[in-house]
């Protein structure tokens, strides 16, 4: 006999109360399905909320990602523009390169170190890094490059410092070598007497004529005609009141025939400062200063220092 399961209910429209019966499988039936409803259910609420939290951590990355993304993209392009520097900062050691060079051509200074002038070993490199690679692309290639080309820009410029100290120094020297050589006039006036063999309007001989006779108004201002100290101020019997100048560098001038003397032994007189009056002291037919270059003791003709 089938086994039913009795269940009384009070019905509101009339006071009695009812009674109907349910077989006891099909109850069991019906909690087995609200108890495989309410597991399908949970499992539904619990993959739904592994889905969410899988979707929004998947958000994160991705939000991660893209960040990532636009730092490396806005470092490659920091990058990229470090690049550029590089090579503009190359350009202009370049530039100093061939000043250098432009410079020792012209005022004739040879390289003599083993440092770097184009003219002498090079510069750098004509090899540049490509600057554009697109910022899709993997920069590792660039930046190795780059420190190449840092360390090589290093050692240049520390060279070429090198080599303008050095050009400096030797365009110094060089500076004081000019400074102290004669190039100009001691007066304007009439040359009355060449350099070299003549002869003498006292005696009638052939005679050797170590500087030039220039002539001109008795009190015409004599200039020094280079940089130098005053080595002798005084009377020197046939050229009368007489000037020396030392120059260095085994260069010295001589004035003679003076009226008077401005500059005293011992000091310094810069090219174009007066140093005497012309005059017609000694053995003189008439106003004109005696100049006289010696180099290394030997007289050369003044008329090969004379640019104006």
């Not at 050095?166 to 102290?180: H, R, T």
């Not at 500087?211 to 005084?234: F, P």
Request: a positive charge.
């Amino acid at each position: 006999m089938q086994k039913k399961i009795k269940i009384w209910f009070y019905s509101g429209s009339s006071a009695a109360i009812k009674e109907f019966s349910i077989p006891k499988f099909l109850v069991g039936v019906v909690l087995l399905f609200m108890a495989a409803f309410l597991g399908g259910m949970i499992y539904a609420g619990q993959d739904y909320w592994q889905m969410k939290t899988a979707s929004f951590d998947n958000e994160l990355l991705n939000r991660k990602i893209s960040r990532q993304k636009n730092e490396i993209k806005a470092q490659r392009k920091q990058l990229q523009s470090f690049a550029r520097k590089i090579g503009s900062l190359q350009e202009t050691v370049d530039s100093l390169c061939i000043f250098e060079d432009k410079v020792r051509l012209i005022a004739d200074i040879k390289q003599t170190s083993d440092t770097n002038g184009l003219i002498g070993i090079g510069g750098l490199s004509k090899n540049r890094p490509d600057y554009d690679i697109p910022l899709e692309e993997d920069h590792d290639s660039l930046i190795r490059e780059l420190h190449d080309q840092v360390h090589e820009t290093q050692v240049v410029t520390r060279n070429q410092f090198k080599d303008f100290e050095s050009l400096i120094d030797q365009l110094n020297k060089k500076k004081n070598i000019l400074a102290a050589t004669p190039s100009i006039k001691p007066v304007d006036g009439w040359i009355t007497s060449n350099f070299g063999y003549r002869t003498s309007p006292f005696t009638g001989q052939k005679e050797f004529h170590s500087g030039l006779d220039i002539a001109n108004r008795h009190g015409e201002k004599i200039l020094a005609t280079a940089n130098g100290k005053v080595s002798y101020a005084g009377r020197k019997m046939l050229l009368g009141k007489l000037v020396v100048i030392d120059h260095g560098h085994g260069t010295i001038t001589r004035y003679g025939h003076l009226d008077k003397m401005l500059v005293k032994r011992g000091q310094s007189v810069k090219r174009g400062d007066p140093i005497g009056l012309m005059g017609n002291t000694g053995r003189s037919t008439g106003p004109h200063v005696h100049y006289e270059i010696k180099r290394n003791g030997t007289p050369v003709n003044p008329a090969k220092y004379i640019l104006n």
